[in-house]
């Protein structure tokens, strides 16, 4: 018999990447849900969803994500990303299975200056961090085995992201502005999907150990970029003419505030699951690519050891 995998927020960027990534796990099997087949914030409808489907691991790729709109609907973003947290890593705990979830660099925001561990000191400065935090303490309360990947600026075809905004400002505008002062690494939704993906296939084949998945582990793509340098390389990739200009964070008013430093150390990682990360320009140039937009030849090989 397969393994059956839950996987919530199915059409979000994380959970659209890996429902088009799961043919190629054919020894697993999978269950996708959205919100309206499975809204994790109704404890019974997940405890009934849980008792109906012999579940071998669930993936919470659901979440509350908007940053500045949390701000005003906190109610929300913790129904989501803490209440909803608890009823699945229960209903998980309960059946003795794993529970992988995700987090954001943004819990960190501690002003180290220097590649984010997963030991650092934890200073959340926004409503949506807040809870995300939260979400990982409540996680690891209930289902102390929990995995927890924290990762930071997620892209992908899918939904609503920094690459799409670029994109659609350049076919409205001919010059962009766009923060210098913040640092980190864009995340490619479906390298962070391959990832646990390939984490899952080792644990069910018996090559990873259970007690190995249980922990926190900052994941995002290699090297290092500011947002200025994301929206260029976007623009160069894509063979756009749209000029972009580099302003500071005070600049660009947001309703939460962001950090200027949140590049991730990806050691825990690596060591513990001994799996490459890709560098966020490969990345970047293989999700155009399958977008169909890139447009200029690939020139630079990056090496995969910034953090
Ligand atoms: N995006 C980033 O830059 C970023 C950075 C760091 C960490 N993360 C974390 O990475 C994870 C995945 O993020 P993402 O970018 O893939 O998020 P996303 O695109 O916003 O997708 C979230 C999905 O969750 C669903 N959802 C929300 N409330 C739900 C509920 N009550 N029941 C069931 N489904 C619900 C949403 O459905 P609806 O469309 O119906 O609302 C949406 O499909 C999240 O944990 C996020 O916090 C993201």
Redesign the pocket.
Known sequence: MKPLILI??A?????QSFQELAVQYDEMSFLFT??AQ????DEHTVTNFFQKHQLHACIN?????AVDLAEQEADKALQ?NVT?VYHLAKAAAQRRIPFIH????YVYHNELNRPLRETDPLLPRSVYART?LKGEQMAQQVHPASTIFR????YSRH?H?FLKTMLRLAQERSQLQVVYDQVGAPTW?QDLAQAILDILRAFFSGQLSGRYLSGIFNYANEGVSSWYDFAKAIFKLTGSSCQVLPIRSEQYHTAAPRPHYSLLDKSRFRKTFQLDIPHWHDSLERCLSEMELHRTPTSTNHSNNNS
């Open positions: 919530t927020g059409y979000g960027q994380l959970g959205s919100r499975l809204d994790i914030t790729a659901a979440a509350y994500t989501t909803a995700f987090s954001t660099d995300k990762t930071s600026w997620v939904g992201n939704a």
